[in-house]
Protein backbone atom coordinates (compact mmCIF):
# COMPACT_ATOMS: atom_id res chain seq x y z
CA UNK A 1 0.00 0.00 0.00
CA UNK A 2 1.02 3.45 -0.64
CA UNK A 3 2.32 5.03 2.06
CA UNK A 4 1.54 8.78 1.13
CA UNK A 5 -2.29 7.82 -0.58
CA UNK A 6 -3.02 5.98 2.46
CA UNK A 7 -2.09 9.53 4.49
CA UNK A 8 -4.07 11.27 2.26
CA UNK A 9 -7.13 9.43 2.25
CA UNK A 10 -6.83 9.13 6.34
CA UNK A 11 -6.51 13.03 5.91
CA UNK A 12 -9.62 13.56 3.84
CA UNK A 13 -11.70 10.85 5.75
CA UNK A 14 -10.52 11.87 9.48
CA UNK A 15 -10.54 15.80 9.01
CA UNK A 16 -11.44 17.21 6.07
CA UNK A 17 -14.92 14.66 6.44
CA UNK A 18 -15.78 16.38 9.78
CA UNK A 19 -15.04 19.79 8.36
CA UNK A 20 -17.03 19.97 5.51
CA UNK A 21 -20.30 18.07 7.67
CA UNK A 22 -19.51 21.29 10.10
CA UNK A 23 -19.84 23.19 6.92
CA UNK A 24 -22.69 21.35 5.77
CA UNK A 25 -24.59 22.03 8.99
CA UNK A 26 -24.63 25.61 8.24
CA UNK A 27 -25.32 25.07 4.53
CA UNK A 28 -28.01 22.69 3.99
CA UNK A 29 -28.32 22.78 1.01
CA UNK A 30 -24.76 21.59 0.09
CA UNK A 31 -24.52 18.96 2.50
CA UNK A 32 -25.43 16.11 0.48
CA UNK A 33 -22.50 17.86 -2.34
CA UNK A 34 -20.13 17.70 0.28
CA UNK A 35 -20.68 13.99 1.05
CA UNK A 36 -20.83 13.24 -2.74
CA UNK A 37 -17.47 15.01 -3.10
CA UNK A 38 -16.25 12.97 -0.21
CA UNK A 39 -17.12 9.78 -1.84
CA UNK A 40 -15.89 10.91 -5.09
CA UNK A 41 -12.06 11.88 -3.37
CA UNK A 42 -12.17 8.53 -1.63
CA UNK A 43 -12.64 6.39 -4.98
CA UNK A 44 -9.69 8.22 -6.69
CA UNK A 45 -7.53 7.63 -3.65
CA UNK A 46 -8.08 4.09 -3.47
CA UNK A 47 -7.69 3.46 -7.20
CA UNK A 48 -4.72 5.54 -7.20
CA UNK A 49 -3.27 2.62 -4.23
CA UNK A 50 -2.06 -0.10 -4.90
CA UNK A 51 -4.54 -2.67 -2.84
CA UNK A 52 -4.48 -6.57 -3.46
CA UNK A 53 -8.06 -7.49 -2.13
CA UNK A 54 -9.06 -11.32 -1.39
CA UNK A 55 -11.37 -11.02 -0.37
CA UNK A 56 -14.24 -8.77 -1.86
CA UNK A 57 -17.27 -7.54 -0.20
CA UNK A 58 -20.33 -6.05 -2.25
CA UNK A 59 -22.18 -4.39 0.30
CA UNK A 60 -25.89 -2.74 -0.28
CA UNK A 61 -28.98 -0.72 1.67
CA UNK A 62 -32.13 -2.18 1.71
CA UNK A 63 -34.22 0.11 0.22
CA UNK A 64 -32.59 -1.12 -3.13
CA UNK A 65 -35.29 -3.73 -2.14
CA UNK A 66 -38.68 -3.73 -3.63
CA UNK A 67 -40.88 -1.68 -1.28
CA UNK A 68 -43.63 -3.90 -1.97
CA UNK A 69 -42.08 -7.76 -1.49
CA UNK A 70 -42.71 -9.82 0.69
CA UNK A 71 -39.24 -11.46 1.46
CA UNK A 72 -37.03 -9.32 4.08
CA UNK A 73 -33.44 -10.04 2.59
CA UNK A 74 -31.30 -7.96 5.30
CA UNK A 75 -29.67 -11.25 6.86
CA UNK A 76 -29.79 -13.45 3.96
CA UNK A 77 -29.82 -11.83 0.21
CA UNK A 78 -30.13 -15.55 -0.97
CA UNK A 79 -33.51 -15.68 0.08
CA UNK A 80 -34.34 -13.49 -2.78
CA UNK A 81 -36.82 -15.39 -5.37
CA UNK A 82 -35.47 -13.47 -8.22
CA UNK A 83 -38.34 -11.75 -9.87
CA UNK A 84 -36.51 -9.09 -11.10
CA UNK A 85 -38.78 -6.51 -9.95
CA UNK A 86 -35.78 -4.83 -7.99
CA UNK A 87 -31.82 -4.76 -8.87
CA UNK A 88 -31.24 -7.59 -6.49
CA UNK A 89 -31.32 -10.36 -8.75
CA UNK A 90 -28.87 -8.55 -10.89
CA UNK A 91 -26.44 -7.50 -7.95
CA UNK A 92 -26.61 -11.36 -6.89
CA UNK A 93 -25.60 -12.92 -10.04
CA UNK A 94 -22.78 -10.21 -10.02
CA UNK A 95 -21.61 -11.33 -6.64
CA UNK A 96 -22.13 -15.01 -7.98
CA UNK A 97 -20.06 -15.02 -11.35
CA UNK A 98 -17.03 -12.49 -9.62
CA UNK A 99 -17.34 -14.39 -6.77
CA UNK A 100 -17.60 -11.75 -4.12
CA UNK A 101 -19.47 -11.67 -0.69
CA UNK A 102 -22.50 -10.02 -1.07
CA UNK A 103 -24.88 -8.45 1.81
CA UNK A 104 -27.62 -5.93 2.64
CA UNK A 105 -27.37 -3.59 5.44
CA UNK A 106 -30.72 -1.59 7.27
CA UNK A 107 -28.38 0.96 8.15
CA UNK A 108 -24.69 1.99 9.45
CA UNK A 109 -24.89 -0.76 12.63
CA UNK A 110 -25.60 -3.41 10.50
CA UNK A 111 -23.30 -2.43 7.87
CA UNK A 112 -20.37 -2.26 10.41
CA UNK A 113 -21.80 -5.30 11.86
CA UNK A 114 -21.75 -7.33 8.40
CA UNK A 115 -18.02 -5.89 7.94
CA UNK A 116 -17.04 -6.81 11.17
CA UNK A 117 -18.27 -10.40 10.55
CA UNK A 118 -16.89 -11.13 7.20
CA UNK A 119 -14.01 -9.19 7.31
CA UNK A 120 -13.40 -8.11 3.39
CA UNK A 121 -10.08 -6.70 2.51
CA UNK A 122 -11.88 -4.22 0.25
CA UNK A 123 -15.86 -3.19 -0.27
CA UNK A 124 -18.04 -2.11 -2.89
CA UNK A 125 -20.53 -0.22 -1.16
CA UNK A 126 -23.83 1.20 -2.50
CA UNK A 127 -25.93 3.80 -0.69
CA UNK A 128 -27.00 7.18 -0.52
CA UNK A 129 -24.39 10.68 -0.26
CA UNK A 130 -24.83 10.26 3.91
CA UNK A 131 -24.86 6.81 4.62
CA UNK A 132 -21.68 6.27 2.01
CA UNK A 133 -19.92 8.78 2.98
CA UNK A 134 -20.08 7.66 6.67
CA UNK A 135 -19.71 4.26 6.11
CA UNK A 136 -16.68 4.99 4.30
CA UNK A 137 -15.15 6.81 6.94
CA UNK A 138 -16.13 4.20 9.39
CA UNK A 139 -14.40 1.31 7.79
CA UNK A 140 -11.25 3.07 7.12
CA UNK A 141 -8.30 1.77 6.33
CA UNK A 142 -10.61 -0.77 4.61
CA UNK A 143 -10.34 0.29 0.43
CA UNK A 144 -14.09 1.08 -0.54
CA UNK A 145 -15.40 2.16 -3.98
CA UNK A 146 -18.44 4.00 -3.20
CA UNK A 147 -21.43 3.72 -5.85
CA UNK A 148 -24.08 5.98 -5.06
CA UNK A 149 -27.72 4.51 -5.62
CA UNK A 150 -30.07 6.46 -8.10
CA UNK A 151 -33.51 7.57 -6.18
CA UNK A 152 -36.34 7.99 -8.48
CA UNK A 153 -39.20 7.48 -6.04
CA UNK A 154 -37.14 9.66 -3.43
CA UNK A 155 -34.81 8.23 -0.20
CA UNK A 156 -35.02 5.39 1.29
CA UNK A 157 -37.63 3.64 -0.75
CA UNK A 158 -37.33 1.24 -4.43
CA UNK A 159 -33.72 3.11 -4.93
CA UNK A 160 -31.59 1.22 -7.62
CA UNK A 161 -28.30 1.46 -9.19
CA UNK A 162 -26.01 1.15 -12.64
CA UNK A 163 -25.31 -2.08 -12.57
CA UNK A 164 -22.14 -1.53 -15.02
CA UNK A 165 -20.98 0.91 -12.20
CA UNK A 166 -21.07 -2.07 -9.91
CA UNK A 167 -19.77 -4.35 -11.88
CA UNK A 168 -16.93 -1.88 -12.83
CA UNK A 169 -16.21 -1.52 -9.36
CA UNK A 170 -15.47 -5.28 -8.27
CA UNK A 171 -13.53 -5.52 -11.24
CA UNK A 172 -11.29 -3.30 -10.18
CA UNK A 173 -10.36 -4.72 -7.20
CA UNK A 174 -10.08 -8.30 -9.17
CA UNK A 175 -7.97 -6.50 -11.57
CA UNK A 176 -6.01 -5.32 -8.69
CA UNK A 177 -5.54 -8.33 -7.00
CA UNK A 178 -4.12 -10.54 -10.58
CA UNK A 179 -1.68 -7.35 -11.19
CA UNK A 180 0.05 -7.32 -7.25
CA UNK A 181 0.16 -11.04 -6.87
Not at 2 to 9: L, T
Not at 38 to 44: E, G, K, P, S
Not at 84 to 107: F, M, Q, W, Y
Request: net charge positive; proline share 4%.
Amino acid sequence: MKVWIRFVRGFVLKILYPVLMLAGAFLKSKKAQFQAYIVRLNNHLVMRDSVKPEKILLLLPHCIQNSKCDVRLTFDVYKCRRCGNCRIKDLIELAETHHVSISIATGGTIARKVVKEIRPDAIVAVACERDLSSGIVDTYPIPVLGILNERPFGPCIDTTVNLNKVEDAIKWFINRQEKLQ
